[in-house]
């Protein structure tokens, strides 16, 4: 069981970054799939989740009308577009999984990728 998370990198406020979480060694379409974001010296924190009958559960208010969690299942990948990008976006963004419920508790998940990080200018 593996959660490969890319597409992170820096961009300047306004712009758009697409994130994708690839899994291996399970279907991700069984599994809730939180992305979550830790920025240098907070709290690992819920962004949003995406459940298995493909229903988005925003955890950040800000995240609301910016950021969109998507699943391509023929490719078992899970992707967050984030658009209008923020300072204070900037994180290393993590993506999760669990079979149960989604969740904006980090503990609830037992899947983690390993992070990418997303910096964002101003």
């Known amino acids: 069981v593996q959660l490969q998370a890319s597409g992170g990198g820096l961009v300047q406020a306004g712009e758009s970054l697409r994130l994708s979480c690839a899994a291996t060694?399970?279907?991700?379409?069984?599994?809730?799939i939180g992305w979550f974001r830790q920025a240098p010296g907070k709290d690992r924190e819920g962004v949003l989740c995406?459940?298995?009958?493909?229903?988005?559960?925003y955890y950040v208010d800000s995240a609301k009308g910016r950021f969109t969690i998507s699943r391509d299942d023929a490719a078992n990948t899970v992707y967050l577009q984030m658009n209008d990008l923020k300072p204070e976006d900037t994180a290393v963004y993590y993506c999760?999984?669990?079979?149960?419920?989604?969740?904006?508790?980090?503990?609830?998940?037992?899947?983690w990728g390993q992070g990418t990080q997303v910096t964002v200018s101003s």
């Open positions: 999760a999984v669990q079979r149960y419920h989604c969740s904006r508790r980090a503990a609830a998940y037992n899947h």
């Open positions: 060694g399970f279907t991700l379409g069984y599994y809730h």
């Open positions: 995406l459940s298995v009958p493909g229903i988005s559960a």
